[in-house]
């Protein structure tokens, strides 16, 4: 498969797209890289400002597989205390340089989405769905697209963004589930004939949402949580789906082994912070789908009764092996 027109930024393996601080009173860093998005990321930097203010936390945004790709390649020697906000494919991946949670109680999650190593938590359930700025359509001539098989009609082409499945977990989301739902050569068949209309593929799964929304492109293979979060502040799109459902995939939490024990503890007490205020916080203000065994959050404005789609045999091994075949 080639995909001629894929835009990822080029990182090196220590390089963050972009970074948070909250400086307290100085000394050694605790440094969060995560994959979150903006508003989460802003949202949680606040949060810990309250609850630390006296430590110097950096928060850093890379995107999925350039969080994994880093800690394989810088192993202890990686700058990261805490992994916030990475996919499950990728964490399992990365599990060697992880923490043992022993005594973290994993007992408040719903069993199923508890990782059998007990080495990263839950933080929350991302569902994908298309994402229309029907101004720009109109604009251009094209329908509201009602089925993915309309998205390969000319009248699409370069109104159409994607997160790239190579460095994006919600962009691979996508992928797995239509390789599930077609089987695996219908769906690649698929992805071809798609590349034809895609403006970019881009390397984050905030990507297609921020195109929207500067009116680049009319069809966004998105995020229901930011979809809603722009809405609600004021952007004129539109959240739809098709037959096939939501794709969705699982999102995590994990301290880094070499630092449980840096500052006296200090990393453990926020990454503890983190996994547990913030996560059911995040739960109750951005992504809605239950994680905990006692809390079902309502999310204004987040479409109800989402039907998800099949995602079924989503393992480190088959992604690893899909991803193989999406040649850029």
Request: aromatic content about 12%; some cysteine.
């Amino acid at each position: 498969m080639k995909m001629k027109k894929v835009a990822i930024a080029a990182m090196s393996a220590v390089m963050a797209v972009s970074a948070l601080s909250l400086a307290g009173c100085g000394g050694e860093k605790i440094v969060i890289w995560t994959s979150g998005e903006d508003y989460k990321n802003n949202y949680y930097l606040s949060e810990l400002k309250k609850q630390f203010p006296d430590y110097n936390i950096q928060l850093e945004y890379l995107n999925s597989s350039t969080i994994a790709n880093n800690i394989i390649a810088t192993g202890d020697a990686c700058v990261a205390d805490i992994i916030c906000s990475e996919e499950y494919g990728y964490l399992s991946k990365c599990e060697e340089y992880f923490a043992e949670l022993t005594e973290f109680d994993y007992s408040v999650f719903l069993p199923e989405i508890v990782p059998e190593s007990h080495k990263y938590t839950p933080e929350l359930k991302n569902g994908g769905c298309i994402i229309l700025n029907k101004k720009v359509l109109e604009e251009n001539g094209a329908a509201v697209p009602t089925s993915y098989s309309n998205l390969l009609k000319a009248e699409y082409k370069n109104l159409i963004s994607m997160p790239s499945p190579a460095s994006s977990g919600t962009g691979y989301m996508f992928l797995k589930q239509l390789v599930n739902e077609w089987g695996e050569d219908e769906a690649f068949s698929y992805f071809d004939g798609l590349a034809q209309n895609v403006l970019s593929f881009t390397s984050s799964g905030s990507g297609p949402v921020n195109a929207l929304m500067q009116g680049e492109v009319g069809v966004g293979l998105g995020m229901i949580s930011q979809a809603v979060t722009e809405i609600k502040a004021g952007a004129e799109l539109e959240i739809v789906f098709f037959e096939e459902g939501a794709p969705y995939s699982m999102y995590g939490n994990a301290v880094m082994k070499k630092s449980v024990d840096k500052l006296d503890g200090a990393v453990m007490e926020v990454f503890n912070y983190l996994s547990t205020v913030l996560c059911k916080e995040n739960n109750q203000r951005y992504f809605p789908d239950q994680i905990f065994q006692d809390f079902v959050p309502v999310v204004s404005g987040f479409p109800a009764n989402v039907k998800y789609g099949n995602m079924s045999g989503d393992t480190l091994a088959e992604k690893e092996r899909l991803l193989k075949k999406w040649d850029y």
